[in-house]
C-alpha cells in the first residue's frame, strides 16, 4: 500500500486526497493518522486539495451540530461564532501584513537599545502597529473558528468534552496565526488545519485517557491501529501483532506495548445487567491482583526507560542499572559497584554522574518527563 503510495508521488511529484482514497480507501476512516504515515514516509501531500477534502470544511466551513450535547454555553459561543464574516484570500493576506508590521514593531521596542535611539513620534507610531496587529491576530482568529469547531467534532467520543476540545483546536489556530507566512502563496486555513489537528491530538492524548499516556506513545497507537484496520481488511481477519510489526517496520515489543497502552479504564462501578441493577465491581474476584492503571503505567515507564538507556555506553546502562535497581535488581551502592567492575568509588560515582547527564538532554527527558506528573 505504501509503495503504491509512493509511487504515485513519485509519478505526479505529490500526493491528494483523491490519491490517497483511490489506493488506500480504509483511510477514510482516519484520514490524519494517514497523512501522518504518509508524511513520515517522505511523500509531499498537496495540502490545498487535501484541505478541501478534510470534511469538506472549504469554502464555508459550515458546521453540523447535530448530535452534539449542548449546553448554554456551548450554545451561546456558536451564536457568537455564527455571527463572524469568513475571510477571503486579500482579506487573510491584509491581515497577516497587519501582524507581521506589529510583530516588526513590538521587536525594535522591546529592544532597549533600538527604542532609545527612535523619537517619541516614532515609539507611538511603532506602539499603535503592534496594537493593529493584535487587533488583525484577532480579527485572523475569530474568522476561522468554525474551522476549528468543524475538525473538534470528529474526535468526539474520545473522553474529552467538546468545549476542550475547542479550546486544545484553538491553541493550535492560535500558533497557526503566529507562523503564518502569507509570502508562500498558500489559504490561512490550508495552512491552520495542520496546526489545528495537531493540537487537537496532543490534547486527547493529555486528556483523553485515565492513565496519561505521552504524546509519542499516542501517537504510536495511531499508526499501529490504522495498520491494524488496514490489514484486518486485507486478510479478512485480526492481523497479529508480528504482522502489525511488519508492515511498520517495528520492534514487536513497541506494537505490543501500544495494543496495550491503547486499553481503556473502566470504571468498577459502572451499571451492568438489563437494569443496571449491578455494578461490575462486584464481579471482581480476586482482590490481591495488581492494580491494572498502576501496571499499565509502569509498563509504559520500563518500555520508555529501555528505550532512553539504549543512548548510553554499555558500562554506564550497566552502572545505572545496579546502582538506582532497574531490571529487577536490587540498588547497589558504590563500594559494591566498584567491586563488580573493579574500579573505586570515585570512579563509579563519575561514570554515573556522566550517564545521568546524557539523560538529562532534552531528546531523551521529554520521553520520561510526562511520567513526573
Given at each position: 500500500?505504501?509503495?503504491?503510495?509512493?509511487?504515485?508521488?513519485?509519478?505526479?511529484?505529490?500526493?491528494?486526497?483523491?490519491?490517497?482514497?483511490?489506493?488506500?480507501?480504509?483511510a477514510a476512516e482516519d484520514?490524519?493518522?494517514?497523512?501522518?504515515?504518509?508524511?513520515?514516509?517522505?511523500?509531499?501531500?498537496?495540502?490545498?486539495?487535501?484541505?478541501?477534502?478534510?470534511?469538506?470544511?472549504?469554502?464555508?466551513?459550515?458546521?453540523?451540530?447535530?448530535?452534539?450535547?449542548?449546553?448554554?454555553?456551548?450554545?451561546?459561543?456558536?451564536?457568537?461564532?455564527?455571527?463572524?464574516?469568513?475571510?477571503?484570500?486579500?482579506?487573510?493576506?491584509?491581515?497577516?501584513?497587519?501582524?507581521?508590521?506589529?510583530r516588526e514593531a513590538a521587536?525594535?521596542?522591546?529592544?532597549?537599545?533600538?527604542?532609545?535611539?527612535?523619537?517619541?513620534?516614532?515609539?507611538?507610531?511603532?506602539?499603535?502597529?503592534?496594537?493593529?496587529?493584535?487587533?488583525?491576530?484577532?480579527?485572523?482568529?475569530?474568522?476561522?473558528?468554525?474551522?476549528?469547531?468543524?475538525?473538534?467534532?470528529?474526535?468526539?467520543?474520545?473522553?474529552?468534552?467538546?468545549?476542550?476540545?475547542?479550546?486544545?483546536?484553538?491553541?493550535?489556530?492560535?500558533?497557526?496565526?503566529?507562523?503564518?507566512?502569507?509570502?508562500?502563496?498558500?489559504?490561512?486555513?490550508?495552512?491552520?488545519?495542520?496546526?489545528?489537528?495537531?493540537?487537537?491530538?496532543?490534547?486527547?492524548?493529555?486528556?483523553?485517557?485515565?492513565?496519561?499516556?505521552?504524546?509519542?506513545?499516542?501517537?504510536?497507537?495511531?499508526?499501529?491501529?490504522?495498520?491494524?484496520?488496514?490489514?484486518?481488511?486485507?486478510?479478512?481477519?485480526?492481523?497479529?501483532?508480528?504482522?502489525?510489526?511488519?508492515?511498520?517496520?517495528?520492534?514487536?515489543?513497541?506494537?505490543?506495548?501500544?495494543?496495550?497502552?491503547?486499553?481503556?479504564?473502566?470504571?468498577?462501578?459502572?451499571?451492568?445487567?438489563?437494569?443496571?441493577?449491578?455494578?461490575?465491581?462486584?464481579?471482581?474476584?480476586?482482590?490481591?491482583?495488581?492494580?491494572?492503571?498502576?501496571?499499565?503505567?509502569?509498563?509504559?515507564?520500563?518500555?520508555?526507560?529501555?528505550?532512553?538507556?539504549?543512548?548510553?555506553?554499555?558500562?554506564e546502562q550497566r552502572v545505572?542499572?545496579?546502582?538506582?535497581?532497574?531490571?529487577?535488581?536490587?540498588?547497589?551502592?558504590?563500594?559494591?559497584?566498584?567491586?563488580?567492575?573493579?574500579?573505586?568509588?570515585?570512579?563509579?560515582?563519575?561514570?554515573?554522574?556522566?550517564?545521568?547527564?546524557?539523560?538529562?538532554?532534552?531528546?531523551?527527558?521529554?520521553?520520561?518527563?510526562?511520567?513526573?506528573?
Amino acid at each position: 500500500m505504501l509503495d503504491a503510495l509512493l509511487q504515485r508521488a513519485e509519478e505526479q511529484g505529490h500526493l491528494t486526497t483523491a490519491d490517497i482514497l483511490e489506493i488506500w480507501p480504509e483511510a477514510a476512516e482516519d484520514l490524519d493518522t494517514a497523512y501522518e504515515m504518509i508524511e513520515e514516509e517522505g511523500i509531499e501531500l498537496d495540502y490545498e486539495t487535501v484541505n478541501m477534502a478534510d470534511a469538506e470544511l472549504m469554502p464555508s466551513h459550515r458546521v453540523d451540530f447535530e448530535g452534539i450535547d449542548s449546553d448554554d454555553s456551548i450554545s451561546l459561543y456558536f451564536r457568537e461564532v455564527g455571527t463572524i464574516d469568513l475571510l477571503d484570500a486579500d482579506q487573510e493576506i491584509e491581515l497577516a501584513k497587519r501582524i507581521e508590521k506589529g510583530r516588526e514593531a513590538a521587536q525594535v521596542l522591546d529592544d532597549g537599545e533600538r527604542r532609545e535611539q527612535v523619537s517619541s513620534r516614532v515609539r507611538g507610531e511603532l506602539e499603535h502597529l503592534v496594537q493593529d496587529g493584535d487587533l488583525a491576530k484577532q480579527e485572523l482568529t475569530q474568522a476561522n473558528s468554525r474551522l476549528v469547531i468543524s475538525m473538534a467534532k470528529r474526535y468526539l467520543g474520545q473522553g474529552v468534552p467538546f468545549l476542550d476540545l475547542i479550546q486544545e483546536g484553538n491553541l493550535g489556530l492560535m500558533r497557526a496565526v503566529e507562523k503564518f507566512d502569507w509570502r508562500r502563496g498558500n489559504k490561512f486555513s490550508t495552512y491552520a488545519t495542520w496546526w489545528i489537528r495537531q493540537s487537537l491530538t496532543r490534547g486527547l492524548a493529555d486528556q483523553g485517557r485515565t492513565i496519561r499516556v505521552p504524546v509519542h506513545m499516542n501517537d504510536r497507537i495511531r499508526k499501529v491501529y490504522a495498520v491494524a484496520h488496514a490489514l484486518e481488511t486485507e486478510l479478512g481477519r485480526r492481523p497479529t501483532a508480528e504482522e502489525i510489526a511488519h508492515e511498520l517496520d517495528m520492534d514487536i515489543t513497541k506494537v505490543e506495548l501500544a495494543l496495550k497502552a491503547s486499553r481503556r479504564s473502566i470504571s468498577l462501578e459502572k451499571p451492568v445487567g438489563h437494569e443496571g441493577e449491578s455494578e461490575l465491581g462486584q464481579f471482581i474476584e480476586d482482590e490481591a491482583s495488581e492494580d491494572p492503571l498502576e501496571s499499565a503505567s509502569l509498563d509504559l515507564l520500563r518500555g520508555d526507560v529501555e528505550d532512553v538507556l539504549q543512548g548510553l555506553t554499555a558500562r554506564e546502562q550497566r552502572v545505572l542499572e545496579l546502582r538506582y535497581g532497574l531490571r529487577g535488581h536490587r540498588a547497589y551502592t558504590l563500594k559494591e559497584v566498584g567491586k563488580i567492575f573493579g574500579l573505586t568509588r570515585e570512579r563509579v560515582r563519575q561514570i554515573e554522574k556522566e550517564a545521568l547527564r546524557k539523560l538529562r538532554q532534552p531528546t531523551r527527558a521529554r520521553m520520561l518527563k510526562a511520567y513526573l506528573n
